[in-house]
């Protein structure tokens, strides 16, 4: 593949490769710094126990057991690289808030201990420098738990638009109320980028990971045509990035609701079910597949229709005539936007270009038919049904 195709589109394989290396040294370093946290506290001279490597073992087992609880969490949603920083301010606020907690809660045992049951005041002793030492380390250790978490939950929520609270956006603001998600058959189509162009859409449009794939998949295919429709598909992605007049943005989320192993459409259908948007596609099986399951289609060949120019019955139309038809006398031509036209007793003039008058017009949802007759040619006989005998 040209390595053109994909200058504004980066590999999935890569992107997913990244984020799961950046993931495993984040979880590395949580470890580590938690022994570390551990054996700071065994090596306090304050702290009188024969078993140090029993502290740096738990402090380590707690590591890899908040490790698994983040990892057996359902996979969230948010996008943000700027998380990394909010997690931190948040972590570490919460982290003050827990150390002041744990401090009042020293503070009342110490209170019980040094009082008797009467309030009588004992002999007041200093706190010890081993509990110091203690109470330190957990506050230390819980100021690690909490960036851990707030920074983890943040970069594996990189698909949600905001949080409920404080409502923070760690994206651009999008256009419109509802996405646009596109189909693999729209973007090479490439219309949309046209419908782009008159500047209509107000809605952001997105192209999920598995589309993407998909594209760069047919256009790898060992199939001439298949590879060149693919190759079309990335140029046309290409070009909605470039263009000012579209927000466009490459989700890499799967579908919480797809099983393992479903197909793009599919995902497609999940996907806009979860971000409540609307398909834009011109696949007639995934138009009816997502209309069955409440989504919202717009079809590209019904728009494409429905701004054609309107031909009335009685007005004058030029046409060439390519082929015969299937009555007798018809002759097949074809308007410049592909309007199939069926001109009565036309069938001898092919390869003419005739004037027609226009008869009757058929629209469908696979398109538009236009049927006339010939100047002067007078309209067919109609079949009149035969009486019951």
Not at 184 to 197: E, H, K, L, P
Not at 265 to 278: K, S, T
Not at 316 to 329: F, N
Not at 353 to 373: D, E, H, Y
Request: aromatic share 6%; with cysteine.
């Amino acid at each position: 593949m040209r390595p053109d195709l994909l200058r504004n589109v980066s590999h999935p394989d890569t992107t997913d490769r990244a984020g799961t290396v950046f993931m495993i040294v984040l979880r590395v370093l949580f470890v580590l710094a938690l022994i570390a946290v551990g054996w700071t506290l065994a090596v306090d001279k304050r702290l009188e126990t024969q078993h140090r490597d029993l502290i740096v073992i738990g402090f380590m087992g707690a590591a890899l057991i908040v490790i698994a609880l983040d990892i057996f969490v359902p996979r969230k949603s948010l996008s943000a690289v700027s998380g990394l920083f909010f997690g931190l301010i948040v972590g570490m606020v919460v982290a003050y808030g827990l150390s002041l907690i744990l401090e009042l809660v020293v503070k009342v045992i110490e209170v019980n201990l040094y009082y008797g049951a009467e309030g009588e005041l004992r002999d007041v002793v200093a706190r010890s420098p081993a509990v110091e030492s203690f109470v330190s380390a957990i506050k230390l250790a819980t100021g690690v738990v909490c960036c851990y978490l707030a920074v983890s939950f943040i970069l594996q929520t990189k698909d949600d638009v905001r949080f409920v609270i404080p409502y923070v956006e760690f994206s651009k603001q999008t256009k419109g109320a509802r996405p646009l998600v596109l189909d693999t058959s729209v973007i090479i189509d490439g219309r949309i980028a046209d419908i782009a162009n008159t500047r209509i859409l107000e809605s952001e449009c997105v192209v999920p990971r598995f589309v993407l794939q998909e594209l760069q998949t047919v256009a790898d295919s060992a199939d001439k045509l298949k590879r060149t429709r693919g190759r079309r598909g990335l140029d046309m992605l290409n070009k909605l990035q470039g263009s000012e007049n579209i927000d466009i943005r490459i989700l890499d989320v799967t579908p919480e609701r797809s099983a393992a192993g479903a197909g793009v459409d599919e995902m497609l259908v999940d996907l806009a079910l979860q971000l409540d948007g609307n398909v834009v596609t011109n696949d007639y099986n995934l138009n009816k597949i997502a209309q069955l399951r409440g989504v919202t289609v717009i079809n590209i060949n019904d728009l494409a229709n429905a701004l054609k120019p309107v031909v009335l019955p009685g007005e004058a139309l030029v046409t060439k005539i390519i082929k015969p038809g299937e009555e007798a006398g018809q002759g097949i031509g074809y308007l410049e936007d592909g309007t199939m036209v069926v001109a009565e007793g036309a069938r001898d003039r092919i390869g003419e270009a005739v004037q027609l008058t226009v008869t009757s017009v058929l629209q469908t949802s696979a398109g538009r038919m236009i049927f006339g007759r010939l100047d002067g040619t007078p309209a067919p006989e109609r079949r009149r049904p035969r009486p019951p005998q």
